[in-house]
């Protein structure tokens, strides 16, 4: 491998109510996947928390709150690019929080910080209706930052709708692209991993996807898809976990991206934009 490549991690979790016991397993799966070799870790969005609205409101933290202290630590500790896939950010408008990825580097410091830009209002069923906006702000910021296997453009599950946000980061000439996520199932079965891979063949663009699985209460009312994966710039799937918490892994190299790119120079095809 050279020295522009990595082994990724996408880790997935069955995040709770509960933030300690959820931070625990979050740990206890990227020590694992560290442990297995890799050098970039990526977790679920909301990793620390999945529950009601108002809690999530009074559990918010700020850049320096115990959830972000504690990936830094554990990412300097492995020696690792570590993806808190998001957890949820103290905003100044009380009631209101934001829905906040971070990317840490081998020596825990944050190299960047990325706010969701789009939020999740939905009424799919009796038993999935969401409103994202009722408590959380919209992130304004695309967010690129470089690091020692490439460039990476940053963004947070209900994001993956709107292509347009994947070109502004493939513009921006990001090569990985994060999603961490937890995807209902319903929107997950039929639309997760086909919006992945297009993601990852539009833009000619590695795309590491994190994800939350399963049940999140007792009472069973809000369920995620899972399948946390791996996809290269030709669209094809190289890590999956299928089920239930762990982790899946492989090699990222940037030239792998470059060399679509040279071969199918889709961006010097562009006619509209």
Known sequence: MNSEAVVAAVVQLNTRD???TSL????HWIRQAAAAGAGFIATPEATPFLGPADQR????????GPTMTRMAGLAAELGIHL???SFHERSPIPGRTYNTSALFDPNGEALAVYRKIHLFDVDLSDDVRLQESATTLHGTEVVVTMTSFG????SICYDLRFAELYRALADARAEILTVPSAFTVPTGQAHWRVLLRARAIETQCWVVAPAQVGRHDAAGTRESYGH?????PWGIVQAEVTEGEG????????????NVRRRM???????LG
């Open 57 to 64: 409101v009074a559990l918010a933290e700020g850049l320096r």
């Open 228 to 232: 946390s994966m791996i996809i290269d």
């Open 247 to 258: 982790f899946a892994l492989t090699a990222v190299d940037r030239h792998k991206a470059f």
């Open 18 to 20: 509960d933030v300690a």
């Open 24 to 27: 625990d397993r979050a740990e």
């Open 265 to 271: 120079p889709v961006r010097n095809h562009r006619r």
């Open 151 to 154: 460039r990476v453009g940053m």
């Open 83 to 85: 993806l808190l896939g």
